[in-house]
């Protein structure tokens, strides 16, 4: 199986400040890449799909990039709405594996 | 109006087995990618199992000879059979789709949860 390698785990930020997450394939998954964000207590949401595609309603401060086996998600400012956890998921091997998760905190 | 609902979870002894259920509205799951993924309590997103629109199935390591992932395209429901239990199978289940093989999963059931304790 492809394993999936998210840093940090834990990120404490401010309103306003740029956030990069990584998440790393163990193997080339092209750009078969989803990114999620999940509050607590509540089910995921889809942000972004094939690594850089903006799921329809998310805000624009979200975006993807990479290819291969490194690939980020950006948030450009980020909003008191936005702490949360943030997964990346694989779908390039019959297996769709996730990564271990990201938590945004309040700094 | 997209919408999944599970049922079926509940508290099971180990070496047991359990069949969850998924009713979707909305859209046709035979033409859709249906998945299980499932999250163990304050743990992360765990992908178990899919069934692609063609009916070919997988399944994570973790499941595989243990889990079955079924549909019936007459009642528009996704099934997942679990058998073979054990305590590191308790989680809260979710029933997931994406509409197509590029699109991601963008629909989430509320989620079902199976517990496996003697």
């Known amino acids: 199986d492809i394993q999936m390698t998210q840093s940090p785990s834990t990120l404490s930020a401010s309103v306003g400040d740029r956030v990069t997450i990584t998440c790393r394939a163990s193997?080339?998954?092209?750009?078969?890449l989803a990114w999620y964000q999940q509050k607590p207590g509540e089910v995921p949401k889809l942000l972004i799909y094939?690594?850089?595609s903006l799921e329809s309603g998310v805000p624009s401060r979200f975006s993807g990039s990479g290819s291969g086996t490194e690939f980020t998600l950006t948030i450009s400012s980020l909003q008191p709405d936005d702490f949360a956890t943030y997964y990346c998921?694989?779908?390039?091997?019959?297996?769709?594996?996730f990564g271990q998760g990201t938590k945004v905190e309040i700094k | 109006e997209v919408q999944l609902v599970e049922s079926g979870g509940g508290l099971i002894q180990p070496g047991g087995s359990l069949r969850l259920s998924c009713a979707a509205s909305?859209?046709?799951?035979?033409?859709?990618?249906m998945s299980w993924v499932r999250q163990a309590p304050g743990k992360g997103l765990e992908w178990v199992s899919i069934?692609?629109?063609?009916?070919?199935?997988y399944y994570a390591d973790s499941v595989k000879g243990r889990f079955t992932i079924s549909r019936d395209n007459s009642k528009n429901t996704l099934y997942l059979q679990m058998n073979s239990l054990r305590a590191e199978d308790t989680a809260v289940y979710y029933c997931?789709?994406?509409?197509?093989?590029?699109?991601?999963?963008?629909?989430w059931g509320q989620g079902t949860l199976v517990t496996v304790s003697s």
């Open positions: 069934i692609y629109s063609g009916g070919n199935t």
């Open positions: 998921q694989q779908y390039n091997s019959y297996s769709w594996t």
């Open positions: 094939k690594a850089s």
């Open positions: 193997q080339s998954i092209s750009s078969w």
């Open positions: 909305g859209f046709a799951v035979s033409t859709n990618y």
């Open positions: 997931a789709r994406a509409s197509s093989y590029v699109s991601g999963t963008s629909n």
